[in-house]
């Protein structure tokens, strides 16, 4: 079953515009992470952020956590022709025992014109 | 980029049969995940291992088992394919408790069933 849900599932824009994409969860948790996935191929771990942190920066990227609200956004500042990928966010529970997961959204598709 | 290496690359089985699929978690890193990814979904937890036991299962079948060897490299076995299993296999390592951490995700194994 799916935790995460983004939207929108599909976005396009021009390369220099900003990209916000949007994450709601259901239960308590850790923290949450966002991944990019490139053609169907493996994903690449972009950040972190945990449940008692509210904003957390890193280069072009800024996420934000919301936890009365279960959602979390991700930010792509300026963006570029190589942001084109699908983008997950994906909850970690918030308990470390057996069967602890990460549990991965549908994706976003972030499509950047040149 | 990525230190986890999946094999094969791409696979195509009959319904019926069965596959291993093989994985190389990153150096120092002593835990595996697996995750199914069909066409246009999120990663799917099918289960992880740590230091060579089962540490966790999502929900999957019987047929869907796995091993972890002392070098922690990783293989996921499926038996009696079924269509539905057409999917991107994906292999995720990570140093101890991977939640509260990011994964460091292979580049998949990307299995077709007929």
């Known amino acids: 079953s799916q935790q995460g849900e983004e939207d929108p599932q599909a976005l396009s824009i021009q390369e220099g515009e900003n990209a916000t994409m949007n994450c709601s969860y259901k239960?308590?948790?850790?923290?949450l992470q966002w991944y990019r996935q490139n053609s169907g191929r493996g994903l690449v771990h972009l950040i972190l952020?945990?449940?008692?942190?509210r904003e957390k920066h890193s280069g072009r990227l800024r996420v934000t956590l919301d936890t009365s609200k279960k959602s979390s956004s991700l930010l792509i500042t300026a963006s570029r022709a190589a942001d084109t990928a699908s983008y997950f966010c994906?909850?970690?529970?918030?308990?470390?025992?057996?069967?602890?997961?990460?549990?991965f959204g549908k994706g976003i598709t972030l499509s950047v014109r040149p | 980029e990525t230190g986890v290496t999946q094999s094969p690359t791409h696979l195509i089985k009959t319904r019926g049969q069965q596959v291993t699929l093989r994985c190389s978690s990153q150096?120092?890193?002593?835990?595996v995940s697996w995750y199914q990814q069909a066409l246009g979904q999120g990663p799917q937890f099918i289960f992880q291992?740590?230091?060579?036991?089962?540490?966790g299962r999502g929900n999957f079948p019987p047929r869907f088992s796995g091993l972890q060897f002392p070098n922690y490299s990783s293989e996921l076995n499926v038996n009696a394919l079924e269509l539905d299993d057409s999917a991107l296999y994906l292999c995720?390592?990570?140093?101890?408790?991977?939640?509260?951490?990011?994964?460091?995700f292979g580049s998949g194994t990307r299995l077709t069933v007929v």
């Open positions: 995720a390592s990570s140093l101890n408790i991977p939640i509260l951490s990011g994964y460091t």
């Open positions: 239960t308590s948790i850790n923290n």
């Open positions: 952020i945990r449940s008692n942190e």
């Open positions: 994906a909850t970690a529970p918030n308990y470390t025992g057996a069967n602890s997961k990460l549990t």
């Open positions: 150096s120092g890193h002593n835990t």
């Open positions: 291992y740590y230091r060579e036991e089962e540490n």
